[in-house]
């Protein structure tokens, strides 16, 4: 089901835990269950890690990005905050580096096993096996062809380069989660369901009998997570793959859940903020349709009707790989089309 919400639900999102834990120190959130954060290069500066107990042990859930102040923040904790248990497996929830980036590290280092999605597992593989590619004339072209400058074209093309310095590189082998699993930690079993848009088959884990979801980064207390079309898959609809399962999530989980997501404070309000996410991006793409209803516009020209602050070069290339998705999901819904599939740069207009 697609979630397009006519109206809000009326209860304000509640938040049970008003401070997050310092870097080096962990909070109880749920029996048996600690939160702590790990700090990261970027404007979105943390990372939250979660930990389940899990017999003489703790499972994982994420692991921060691949350098030497996570690795530091790592042996600490386990020497301070979580001494005297071991690190018995961990779980990547998705391949982004902020959640993967240590993942082989920590493997190797704690002696423990991987478990994480296929998709994950070999998206990282990827990446990290031709980092350069992305800079092929065929990328490149598809960034320009789209109105992008050279300069955000060339950034885009060499993520991939960026990548390989945050993700150390991941264990030969890996336990795979799929949707529809019972995975059983420290005697409880936790439900693993997936969603899609942010990251393709993005893990989160639900304990029913306690009504509490690891949500990983599929629904965020105050941001939205990033949507976006690549060039690896140019007519992509993530956009859509994103509501859908913003819905699905929303029937599938009780009222009341405490959901600890990947970034931000832990909340109730599940529903409510699935709904907001919907109502943000159909307001999006109402940005999008009065653009077009003026003139054409191509999807680098369509970023600043949506995103209305300076933006430096890095910001630019995700603001517009998430407009393209926005352009995506209404092609395919028939509110646009291309002006001229053909041209050397591709224009959208209203329908």
């Known amino acids: 089901m697609l979630l397009k919400p006519e109206r809000l639900p009326e209860a304000e999102l509640v938040y049970p835990f008003s401070e997050p834990p310092e870097t080096g120190a962990v909070v109880e959130v749920a029996p048996g269950v600690l939160w702590t954060r790990i700090p ?26 691949s350098n030497r102040a996570t690795r530091e923040l790592w042996q600490a904790l386990v020497n301070g ?53 992305m800079a092929d004339k065929t990328y490149m072209d598809f960034y320009r062809r789209h109105g992008m400058g050279d300069e955000v074209a060339q950034l885009v093309a060499t993520q991939g380069n960026g990548y390989l310095k945050m993700v150390s590189p991941l264990p030969d082998t890996f336990r795979r989660l ?22 393709p088959e993005q893990l989160m884990l639900y304990l029913r009998e306690e009504n ?86 191509s999807v680098a020209d369509l970023v600043p009707a949506i995103f209305h602050r300076p933006l430096d070069p890095h910001q630019l290339s995700f603001a517009f790989s998430e407009v393209h998705a926005h352009v995506n999901y209404m092609v395919g819904r028939g509110e646009i089309g291309w002006e001229a599939p053909d041209a050397e740069e591709m224009r959208v207009v209203a329908d």
């Not at 890690?49 to 692991?63: Q, R, S, Y």
């Open 40 to 65: 990261l290069p970027f404007r979105l500066n943390h990372v939250n890690i979660f930990l389940i107990e899990d017999g003489d042990g703790w499972a994982v859930l994420d692991t921060g990005v």
């Open 81 to 133: 905050a979580l001494a005297g248990r071991r690190l018995t497996r961990l779980i990547v929830s998705h391949f982004h580096p902020d959640h993967i980036g240590l993942a082989g590290w920590m493997c190797e280092q704690f002696d423990m096993p991987l478990l994480t999605s296929q998709t994950g597992y070999l998206g990282c593989i990827n990446i990290s096996l031709s980092p350069g590619r």
């Open 178 to 199: 799929v949707a529809g699993d019972v995975l059983a930690i420290g005697g409880r079993d936790f439900e693993v369901l997936t969603g899609e848009g942010h990251a």
């Open 212 to 297: 509490l979801l690891l949500a990983a980064d599929q629904v965020l207390a105050k941001i939205t997570p990033n949507v976006s079309v690549w060039a690896i898959e140019p007519d992509g609809d993530p956009l859509g793959l994103y509501l859908r399962s913003l819905g699905q999530l929303s029937v599938a989980i009780p009222e009341g859940a405490l959901v600890l997501p990947g970034h931000q404070l832990p909340f109730v309000g599940l529903q409510r903020r699935c709904a907001e996410l919907a109502a943000h991006h159909h307001e999006r793409c109402e940005m999008i349709a009065q653009a077009c209803r003026q003139s054409p516009h």
